[in-house]
């Protein structure tokens, strides 16, 4: 490839940035560019001002980049500036840009510190410039200020990580010298994506601010944190300079000085300063676009053939066709059947991973907050105790029974039964509302066209609404009819034999298992223990008696005192 077809490849991408922009979309290609990441007051503004050698950047406390900034510089006899939001207009006063570019970033962002991912498409012909594009990204940030969103550290993060874990991105990262070169944060977040170096450029800045006695002379060798592209050291003006209007030439020549006449980059000085750095980065540009542009290529081909294939389906279509809307509407109304069959089933295409829902929530209702629901229903025993007492005796009247009445174990275990229709009605609801909500979550493919989309989640849920009347008459029904007759003939049902048999069964065991042990009640494990009143022992005696039993794993033993210390009766 030649050099003049070398040297139109940068302008060639600048073209397909500009198209993918006009576009409004994101390119689902990966373009060949080059990010700047580094800390608030690094010196990116600065840098970027000596490639143009004009002040063009807004300036400021806090986050002053708050949008991606396109910088497009293409070589020219004139000089000027053009926005692709501003087409036709050409800026030859650089303070107009600055004022152009904080009134476009507060357009979008607000006036509250804000950012935005929607970038700014600034394109600067000059004399003084070589083809590059870079994008400046906002500055890392820690601490909020002003009216900042508390996750302004997140979003700015998220933000240069759109662009930099790309592939086809090389990565500018500018770090000033004055601070801890280990704590980067710029080559932090690019050893993250980039951990071999290889898409990583560095640049060193505030050289001439590091304490008297230290120098980056290992850092700028490429010998302590080392890239596989290396670092450039640079030299900007001072906020000082900046508020005199210190003329960006002069400070050129002052960057020229500063490595020649300093003992550690002497001998490196015509590999330092801005001006090395841009070829550096045209270069480097350039070479990255050659080797990426072959797979680029191809895939702008297969999408381009795709889109061909696509326009070819649509190319005899008639929108006003009434067959074709109907065959839509009913494609449209069957997708929404499938995806709540399959939200409900749990066989959808897309998992969610962040909550339960659909099929899965309702399962979860079932058999777990319905069993808690039960466990959490009041249940005071004492009370419990009294109310069989006050049953037993009041069926029984002036007589004295020998049995336990069936009449009051029936009102003692109805009462409780009807305790069930809370938590079974509540349940219902839960159901009924996760159904509503896999509707809405249904209805969402239909959010273009919103007529349809409100009545199919009208109908649907009226539907539902219908069946949950329905549902609750029927679970009240059945709550009903385990009232109305209790089957005492159920292999469940421990019946007066059945638990004459269990405690015989026990009695043997406990007497093997005592022997087997010979240890008192009080050394073995406690499994429950209390006071038991015995009613009508012996119709000569009459009366009641009360007795402290001890059920152990091993016998159940009973005394006349809590002791335990009296002998059984």
Known sequence: MGNREMEELIPLVNRLQDAFSALGQTCL???????????????KSSVLENFVGRDFLPRGSGIVTRRPLVLQLVTSKAEYA?????????????????HEIEAETDRVTGMNKGISSIPIN???YSPHVLNLTLIDLPGITKVPVGDQPPDIEYQIREMIMQFITRENCLILAVTPANTDLANSDALKLAKEVDPQGLRT???ITKLDLMDEGTDARDVLEN???????GYVGVVNRSQKDIDGKKDIKAAMLAERKFFLSHPAYRHIADRMGTP????VLNQQLTNHIRDTLPNFRNKLQGQLLSIEHEVEAYKNFKPEDPTRKTKALLQMVQQFAVDFEKRIEGSGDQVDTLELSGGAKINRIFHERFPFEIVKMEFNEKELRREISYAIKNIHGIRTGLFTPDMAFEAIVKKQIVKLKGPSLKSVDLVMQELINTVKKCTKKLANFPRLCEETERIVANHIREREGKTKDQVLLLIDIQVSYINTNHEDF?????AQQRSSQVHKKTTIGNQGTNLPPSRQIVIRKGWLTISNIGIMKGGSKGYWFVLTAESLSWYKDDEGTYPRI
Do not use: M, Y
Request: contains cysteine; glycine residues 12%.
């Open 223 to 229: 010998k302590l944190l080392p890239l596989r592209r």
């Open 276 to 279: 090395h750095l841009q070829k």
């Open 201 to 203: 450029i560095g640049v």
């Open 29 to 43: 290609l990966e373009l060949p560019q080059i990010a700047v990441v580094g800390g608030q007051s690094a010196g």
């Open 122 to 124: 600034l394109r600067v």
């Open 82 to 98: 053009e926005f692709l939001h501003c087409k036709g207009k050409k800026f030859t006063d650089f303070d107009e840009v600055r």
């Open 494 to 498: 421990i019946g007066f034999a059945n």
